[in-house]
């Protein structure tokens, strides 16, 4: 499989868990992209990696959101206390060496947070 | 700072009709374009890009894009659709000759194909 993984599909949570989203990029893209799309709106950029340096924060990544890339392949991303203004679809995106070559998006993960 | 604004929230047509979906952007700088397509409870997939050069860009499934810089728009195009078109659609853009820099959506438009 060559495209962009994330795990889990779907995720339901109480309102004050934490939970933890996988991405596993494309193999050789170095740049990895965080997004956030709710109900009848376009994904909002949440956070960006070059390797294994995260290089760029929306003002939309509140303190309870983390995310790490260790070893500049795969990344998690970790919502403390969720709210239920969480719920949405979490994609994850790579690319190689800029926008300008393709960014390509996994299937997303999508919390529904009760 | 880019925005997208995407002029129709849904398009509704008849298969086998031509199509346009509509972009105009905003931008102080250049600018890289995209169309990507999303099917229900999936990711998104990469239609079609412009990054320099002709201004009409030829994407998969038959679609194509026009770069128009005075009227900053990319409107999207296809002769004939099908009922497998039917999907949500986002233009995007991002600051050229950037390394790294994120994509900024519009809302996106729903098109739907009926027979």
Known sequence: DTGVSQDPRHKITKRGQNVTFRCDPISEHNRLYWYRQTLGQGPEFLTYFQNEAQLEKSRLLSDRFSAERPKGSFSTLEIQRTEQGDSAMYLCASSHEGTGTGTFFGQGTRLTVV | ?115
């Open chain 2, 1 to 115: 700072a880019q925005s997208v604004t995407q002029l129709d929230s849904q398009v509704p047509v008849f298969e086998e009709a031509p199509v346009e979906l509509r972009c105009n952007y905003s931008s102080s700088v250049s600018v890289y374009l995209f169309w990507y397509v999303q099917y229900p409870n999936q990711g998104l997939q990469l239609l079609l890009k412009y990054l320099s050069g002709s201004t009409l860009v030829k994407g998969i499934n038959g679609f194509e894009a026009e770069f128009n810089k005075s009227q900053t728009s990319f409107h999207l195009r296809k002769p004939s659709v099908h009922i497998s078109d039917t999907a949500e659609y986002f233009c995007a853009v991002s600051e050229a000759n950037q390394a790294g820099t994120a994509l900024i959506f519009g809302k996106g438009t729903t098109l739907s194909v009926s027979s």
